[in-house]
Nanobody
Framework: QVQLMESGGGSVQAGGSLRLSCAAD????????MGWFRQAPGKEREGVAS????????YYADSVKGRFTISQDNAKNTLYLQMNSLKPEDTAMYYC?????????????????????WGQGTQVTVSS
């Protein structure tokens, strides 16, 4: 059974940093697309960053380029999102996701329907 568990969220002031972690279990870590998405109240869930080791360079939403970095530690089965220079508009619930075989049509690396397995999320709140 695939399990994704996010952690590391919290409340910070604008300009601050946070590092999110996503502990994965139940599949071969490092061999699939993984991504970070976020959803603010009243808004659609949007792709923030994604990566697939050995397939391509990481992808980032324009709104986070130069501020966020996605990475993974295969020895720890963990995906990370380092978030620097945080802004109030980064406030959202952040979700980790993985695309496994059988997850349907590929819509792109930052498209929600491309990913079939999700964590429960971790809240990030940035105050001005």
């Amino acid at each position: 059974q695939v399990q994704l568990m996010e952690s590391g969220g919290g409340s910070v002031q604008a300009g601050g940093s946070l590092r999110l972690s996503c502990a994965a279990d139940g599949y071969t870590f490092g061999a699939h697309w993984m991504g970070w998405f976020r959803q603010a109240p009243g808004k659609e869930r949007e792709g923030v960053a994604s990566m697939a080791t050995g397939i391509s360079s990481p992808y980032y939403a324009d709104s986070v380029k130069g501020r966020f970095t996605i990475s993974q530690d295969n020895a720890k089965n963990t995906l990370y999102l380092q978030m620097n220079s945080l802004k109030p508009e980064d406030t959202a619930m952040y979700y980790c996701a993985v695309r496994l075989s059988g997850d349907g049509t590929w819509y792109g690396p930052l498209e929600r329907p491309s990913f079939g397995h999700w964590g429960q999320g971790t809240q990030v709140t940035v105050s001005s």
